[in-house]
Structure formats: structure tokens, C-alpha cells
């Protein structure tokens, strides 16, 4: 039972990550990102193949070796930096455009990326997916016992807590304060001197790092991967927990990440299924979230916990307010 | 040349709902992502009718396309226009929301397997070099015709002219008097019914899953995006050369699973080059 807790509580945090990378791009800078599921993939493929140990698999007769054995840590750097790599790729074309047509590409590319790793089987080994992958110092403690299980919740907490620390801070720095300017306006921004696509790049280089990091954790939480685990569903998972959580509160993101994968997504777990139906009380909860998803936008469209607003003291304490 | 043979078949049933969804980005100015799944639901509710029902195909293709027309105007009263004042990328939020809901709802009631109506099997007539059954040339027919009849009242009735007026400048158009809240359920109605004809044709010659419309809408930004958001001429080429690459890419067993990459490779490369489709875009986007 204990080590059951653990699992969901490291899985959650993974989520929460995702949520606060989705905050640093939609809700710091206006950045519309429908490919976190995509972003979620590079890392955990990335890590898969890094960390699992060497194995060879025949395929039409020829023999291919996936997996490299490599230590976690270079895993996890390798993941972030491939994520990264990926959000500069597609920024370059999407944004100096409307916001619209980063959504679009986005999109794409998450559902293209999975039909890669559905596809190269070489190295990805398709829909049977990557296992044994190896969790932190699995050398000294073995998999599926009570102290790995302790260390990897004790890793992504400590993850999580970094990024949420590094994500408060940038919202308060000078940088912070002009990403809230373009996504407020754009134009006026770049009138004031300020270089828009480069600010923008950044920021969504940094949500492919957040994303990535979340990508290896959960390849190293789950051990087992495959496509299937990357539906676009969770990219829409991800924006309700953010609209709903608050979107520019880095408090409102993990709160929404927990309340929603959390109690709505873990919790079902418990309820029984109903025969002859396998796919309905799955389905159900999604379409509870994508009702409350729009119920929020309309009544209370800047969350539980909205985006607090910052006083400027100098020049007379002007309040500024969204 | 079979590749050729597909690839017009897939270009001319992806014409009639790129066409009606740059029609709808043009007058609401945002990219619908539900109007896959709109096209998804109504193939299912042709499926529900007919097959469950067991209701002649035409009459349950017909009901079927008057309850998306319905169903389109209650998106738009519900969820669309309340928050229009929000701007275009919490419409998109929504719209996405709204995606998820009616892809899980056909998932929960029809379940994730294919499925396939229940009309006589066809074999394939020879045509020069193509092989296609009456159905695919009867919809083929009926898509261009489709598009033409939406192109005529576009530019010749009046409702057309409200749209066209309403898109270009929504203030002015109230000002001069046009009905614009009219115009959008105008809009609403014959989008999602022409989505619903689309997603009835794609049932027809492919079969039919929750994910089918999710998919065809990739394949339908992939092509508004080549031919300009907007421009309706735009829209109808851009369904043909994405129809017809992505078609013609099966050549190369290895890029046969990839038919999607190669749509959006193509819409990629127009990005980067020519940010604003082969055609140009509409004012606004």
C-alpha cells in the first residue's frame, strides 16, 4: 500500500512538472503549446534508449542494438537538452506568427512523433516499447523495492522543487515581467526595444528543457515505455489541470496538476468497471475534464488560484493590475 | 499511377471540409479544433442511424447532417461566442476542450474499434489507369459540386455577402446594418453540416474510428495553412497537393506510414518560406 502512495505521488509530481512548463510558456508568455505530449516523449525516449541496458532485437533479419546502458544523470541531461532541441526546431518557423499556427504545429508534431516510435522499430522497438530501464543507483538497491521507489519520489521532488523555485523567480525578474508584456501585447512590447522572437524562443526553449526532465523521470518511474503513453490526451490533460489550477500561478499549476491527475485521473483506479464496457468510465473522466475545461474558461476564466498581480512601488505605487 | 488514383480521391473529399473550415476561420477568426471530431460525431451518427436503427442511408445521412447543424449552433451559443471577447487563443483553448469531449463521447458510446456501414460491397471499375467504385466516383462528384454550390453562395446571395462583410470588418458590417449575429449561426450551420457531409465520406472510404477525426484534421490545417487561412481558393488547392503528396508518398515503403509527416512537412517548409500560404491569407491571421 505504501509503495502504491509513493507511485502516485511521483507520478503526480511528473504531471505537475508538465503543468508548470505549460505555465512558464502559456501562462508567463502567451505561448499557445498543444505538443506537450510530444515534448513528453523526446525525454522518455531520449532516457529509454540512453539508460536501458544494450539488447538486441532482429528485425527482417537484420540485427539492431537498442539501448546504451549509460548512467541516469547523463539520461536526464540528454533528455533535456533533446527537448530543448526540438522547441528551438520548431520555434524557428512558428514564432513570428499569430499564436495560432504554433498551436497547429504543435500539435503535429506530437501525434508525428509518435507515429515515429510507432514506426522505427530499430530503435524504438514500436508498439512493444522499451523496458528495463534502469532507476537511479539500481545498483545498490533493486528495482520494484520499497528504497528505489523512496529515491526516484525523493529525486522528482527535489526536480520539481528546483523548477518551481526557478519558475517563482523568473515570474518576479525583470525577464518575467517582459514575457507577461508580450503576452499582453506584442506589439507595444517590440516598441519598446524589446526583442520579441527572442524572449519568446527562450521561453519556449525552457518549457522543452521542464518537459523533458518530466519525459526522463517518468521512462525512469515507469521502466517500461511505448507510444501509447503519449496519446494527445495528455497534452489536453495538461491544459486543464493549467486552466483550471490558474494560469500564470505557478501555485495555481501544481495545485491544478494534483487536484486533477491526481484525485480524478489516479483515483478512478478504485472504481469498479462496468462489465461488457471497459472503455466507458475512462472515458467519462476525460470528458468530466474537457466539461470543466470549458465551464472554468467561462465562469471563472483565471482559475482557482488566478495569477496574483504585482504592486510597482516607485512613482507613486501604481496598481498594476491585469 | 494507383498512388495518383488515391491521392485525387483523397484531395477531393479533404476539398469540401477545408473549404467550409476556412470559411469558419475567416468569419470567427480562430482555428476550430473541434471541427474534426464535428466530422467524426456525424459519421457516427449516420453509423447509430442506420446500423443500429437500421433507417434507409440517405435518410439517415440526411438527419444525421441536420443534428450536426443543430449541434454546431449550440457550440457556437454555448461555448464559443461567450468567450469571444476573450480572444482568438482562449477560443482555440476551448475549441480543443471541446475536441476532447466529443472524441471521448464517440469512445465511450462506440468503443475504439473500426466500423463500417452497412451498404452493399462495390467492386472497383477500371478507368484508364485508375481503378475507384462507383462510391468513390459518385463522392468525388459530389464534393466538387459541394464546393462549387458553397463558392456561388458565397459570392452571390445575400447571405454570402453578409459573411464576406462581417469577416473583412465586423464593426463597419454591424454599422451598415448587416444581421453579423445572424451571419455567425449562418456560418455555424453551414460549416458543420458541410463537416458532417466530409466525415461521411471519409466513413465511406476509409473506415471509421474515434480517432478518424482528430486525424483529418491535421490533413485539413496542413492544407488551409499551404493555401493561405482564409482564402477560400486557397483552401480548395491546398487540399489537392496535401491529398495528392501524402497519397503519392505510399511509393516509398518508407515513408507509406508517414503519411501525416509528409502533410506537414509541406506545411512546414510553406511556413518557413511563405509564412502567409501559396495564395495568400485574409487579413487577420
Redesign the interface.
Known amino acids: 500500500m505504501i509503495s502504491f502512495i509513493i507511485g502516485i505521488v511521483t507520478v503526480v509530481a511528473i504531471y505537475c512538472i508538465l503543468v508548470l512548463a505549460l505555465n512558464i510558456r502559456w501562462g508567463y508568455c502567451g505561448l499557445l503549446d498543444f505538443g506537450v505530449a510530444g515534448f513528453f516523449l523526446i525525454g522518455a525516449y531520449t532516457a529509454a534508449i540512453l539508460i536501458s541496458a544494450p539488447s538486441e532485437s532482429y528485425l527482417f533479419g537484420v540485427r539492431h542494438t537498442a539501448g546504451y546502458g549509460l548512467s541516469w544523470f547523463i539520461g536526464l541531461i540528454a533528455s533535456a537538452v533533446a527537448s530543448g532541441s526540438l522547441a528551438f526546431l520548431i520555434g524557428i518557423p512558428t514564432l513570428r506568427l499569430r499564436g495560432d499556427y504554433l498551436a497547429i504545429v504543435t500539435i503535429g508534431m506530437a501525434e508525428i512523433l509518435r507515429y515515429i516510435v510507432i514506426n522505427e522499430k530499430w530503435m524504438t522497438r514500436g508498439v512493444q516499447g522499451i523496458r528495463d530501464i534502469k532507476r537511479p543507483f539500481e545498483s545498490f538497491f533493486p528495482a520494484a523495492s520499497l528504497p528505489s521507489d523512496i529515491i526516484l519520489l525523493a529525486l522528482t521532488l527535489a526536480i520539481l522543487a528546483l523548477f518551481f523555485i526557478i519558475a517563482s523567480r523568473l515570474f518576479v525578474s525583470p525577464f518575467g515581467r517582459v514575457l507577461r508584456a508580450i503576452r499582453e501585447d506584442e506589439v507595444v512590447t517590440s516598441f519598446l526595444g524589446k526583442p520579441v522572437p527572442r524572449f519568446k524562443m527562450l521561453t519556449f526553449v525552457l518549457g522543452g528543457i521542464y518537459m523533458g526532465v518530466a519525459g526522463a523521470l517518468f521512462a525512469m518511474y515507469v521502466t517500461a515505455i511505448e507510444p501509447y503513453q503519449f496519446i494527445p490526451t495528455y497534452t489536453f490533460l495538461m491544459w486543464g489541470c493549467l486552466i483550471i489550477g490558474g494560469s500564470g500561478n505557478n501555485r495555481g499549476a501544481i495545485l491544478g496538476g494534483a487536484l486533477i491527475m491526481g484525485l480524478f485521473i489516479q483515483a478512478t483506479r478504485f472504481l469498479p468497471s462496468i462489465p461488457g464496457q471497459p472503455q466507458l468510465i475512462p472515458a467519462l473522466r476525460y470528458i468530466a475534464v474537457g466539461i470543466l475545461l470549458i465551464v472554468v474558461l467561462r465562469l471563472r476564466p483565471r482559475g482557482l488560484l488566478p495569477e496574483k498581480t504585482i504592486k510597482i512601488e516607485e512613482g507613486g505605487g501604481v496598481d498594476a493590475k491585469r | 499511377m494507383i498512388y495518383l488514383g488515391f491521392g485525387i480521391i483523397a484531395g477531393a473529399v479533404l476539398a469540401l471540409p477545408s473549404l467550409t473550415l476556412s470559411l469558419l476561420c475567416r468569419n470567427c477568426k480562430?482555428?476550430n479544433?473541434a471541427y474534426g471530431d464535428q466530422m467524426g460525431l456525424a459519421a457516427y451518427l449516420v453509423l447509430f442511424l442506420n446500423v443500429s436503427l437500421g433507417l434507409n442511408f440517405l435518410i439517415s445521412v440526411l438527419l444525421s447532417l441536420i443534428i450536426s447543424a443543430i449541434l454546431g449552433v449550440i457550440f457556437y451559443w454555448v461555448?464559443f461566442k461567450?468567450?469571444r471577447r476573450?480572444g482568438?487563443?482562449?477560443l482555440?483553448?476551448?475549441s480543443?476542450?471541446?475536441?476532447?469531449?466529443i472524441h471521448?463521447?464517440e469512445?465511450?458510446i462506440w468503443?475504439?474499434n473500426p466500423q463500417k456501414y452497412n451498404i452493399p460491397f462495390e467492386t472497383g471499375l477500371r478507368l484508364g489507369p485508375f481503378i475507384m467504385t462507383p462510391i468513390q466516383l459518385l463522392l468525388i462528384g459530389l464534393s466538387f459540386a459541394l464546393t462549387g454550390g458553397i463558392f456561388a453562395m458565397v459570392r452571390y446571395t445575400g447571405i454570402g455577402r453578409a459573411m464576406r462583410a462581417t469577416a473583412d470588418n465586423l464593426e463597419l458590417a454591424k454599422i451598415r446594418g448587416v444581421n453579423t449575429e445572424r451571419t455567425f449561426i449562418w456560418t455555424w450551420v453551414i460549416c458543420s453540416a458541410t463537416a458532417g457531409l466530409g466525415g461521411i465520406f471519409l466513413a465511406l472510404i476509409t473506415t471509421l474510428t474515434p480517432w478518424t477525426g482528430?486525424?483529418t484534421l491535421?490533413f485539413l490545417?496542413?492544407a488551409l495553412?499551404l493555401g493561405g487561412v482564409g482564402n477560400l481558393v486557397g483552401a480548395l488547392v491546398g487540399a489537392m497537393i496535401i491529398g495528392l503528396a501524402s497519397e503519392c508518398a505510399g511509393i516509398l515503403p518508407v515513408l507509406a506510414?508517414?503519411k501525416?509527416?509528409v502533410a506537414?512537412a509541406i506545411?512546414?517548409v510553406c511556413?518557413?518560406f511563405r509564412?502567409s500560404g501559396i495564395l495568400g491569407k485574409e487579413r487577420g491571421?
Do not use: C, K
Not at chain 2, 480543443?96 to 469531449?101: E, K, R, S, T, V
Open positions: 480562430f482555428f479544433l461555448i461567450p468567450l476573450h482568438p487563443l482562449v482555440l483553448i476551448a480543443l476542450g471541446l475536441a476532447f469531449i471521448n463521447s469512445l465511450a468503443g475504439p482528430f486525424i491535421l490545417f496542413s495553412i506510414p508517414y501525416i509527416a506537414f506545411m512546414f511556413l518557413l509564412p491571421f
